[in-house]
């Protein structure tokens, strides 16, 4: 087995051999942009790349240490493990994460223990998602459903509620608004405005371009749900959200809404309007990206998120989670009791 640098030209391979939109190339490209450094390394079997990796680096601050992150990768791999070792001794990683897009499961748990990973303290994917198959028709589809959530996309419709794949830059304005409210009203940490931002400039596609899905990389789309209040001349926004697509699967990462109209149900037309997006693409499969497993915290901030998926009878999908392949192990432990203490003084002074 031999370890090769991946670059650009190897764009088809990158992609064909990723599983999950955070190890396509695309998305490597963007976060080049947000000024992290990206590395990428196949492991080839004479002339065959069996397998791959794009890792992030991530400086310590006040130091000149980093952490390696590996989201959602391939199973890891005596020599994949070699490499990343390799890779991390060369960037002066203390420890690399990863999160295998890998079902859960003890036989694979033992595979990780026997490559010397160990659980993460600080989990950064979730463990779980919800999985919705889109071969199936729109009548089965909603008959699936639960009654509520059918009886909710009626009220939006019944509203004049409609949702618009947008491109423009106006659109983005009217994401990030939205984003930044449901971010406030919800009490959860989002990325920042530049962050989205060049994310959306990176990934977006004209609507009457579908060349680079062809060519299964991976592209996002921005979906706004737009109502008219009677009386009123202009519509207003009550939902966006940012949609990937990756090879098959439709990826639903990003959503944020307006607190204002919550009687018209804008979000659940929303997100019947992108299952219908994602079969009208051809597309198999919709990943929500998200769910808080079985049993969820009805005072977790996420939990209306997770209650708007599950109306929709999709299937709870579980990962083996997160590990660390640790470099060094004291600064790894130091690291650990000092981030430990950044939570507490977050948490502290956001309640």
Not at 76 to 90: G, K, L, N, S
Not at 238 to 256: K, N, Q, R, S, V
Not at 309 to 326: A, C, E, H, Q, W
């Amino acid at each position: 087995m031999t370890v090769k640098t991946l670059t650009e030209k190897d764009k088809t391979l990158i992609n064909a051999l990723a599983t999950h939109p955070l190890q396509s190339y695309e998305w490597g490209e963007f976060r080049k942009t947000t000024g992290v450094k990206v590395i990428r390394k196949g492991i080839f079997d004479e002339k065959k790349c069996v397998t791959a990796f794009q890792m992030t680096l991530h400086p310590i601050p006040y130091t000149n240490l980093t952490i390696g992150y590996i989201p959602k990768g391939a199973m890891p791999t005596r020599e994949m493990v070699a490499a990343i070792q390799e890779v991390a001794r060369e960037n002066r990683c203390i420890f690399v994460q990863l999160e295998p897009n890998v079902f859960d499961s003890k036989e694979n748990k033992q595979k990780l223990f026997a490559l010397h990973l160990q659980p993460s303290a600080h989990p950064l994917f979730t463990r779980y998602t919800f999985h919705l198959n889109l071969s199936e028709t729109e009548a089965v589809l909603l008959n699936n459903m639960h009654q509520k959530t059918r009886y909710n996309i009626r009220v939006a419709q019944k509203h004049g509620v409609v949702v618009k794949e947008e491109t423009s830059d106006d659109a983005f304005d009217t994401y990030w608004r939205l984003m930044e409210e449901t971010a406030k009203r919800q009490h959860f940490y989002a990325h920042t405005q530049t962050y989205h931002a060049l994310m959306w400039k990176t990934l977006r596609t004209k609507i009457a371009d579908r060349k680079r899905e062809a060519e299964n990389g991976l592209t996002s789309h921005l979906f706004i749900a737009w109502y008219k209040p009677e009386g009123q001349s202009k519509a207003i926004s009550l939902a966006a959200w940012i949609l990937f697509i990756f090879h098959d699967t439709l990826y639903y990462p990003y959503g944020a809404s307006s607190s204002q109209y919550r009687n018209t149900m804008a979000s659940n037309l929303m997100m019947w309007e992108a299952i219908r997006f994602g079969k009208k693409m051809g597309l198999k499969n919709l990943d929500m990206w998200g769910s808080l497993g079985e049993n969820p915290d009805q005072t977790d901030p996420w939990y209306g998120f997770h209650r708007l998926k599950m109306g929709y009878n999709p299937r709870l999908i579980t990962f083996i989670g997160s590990y660390d392949l640790v470099i060094n192990r004291q600064l790894y432990m130091f690291y650990l009791l000092a981030n430990k203490l950044r939570w507490f003084i977050l948490g502290f002074f956001h309640p």
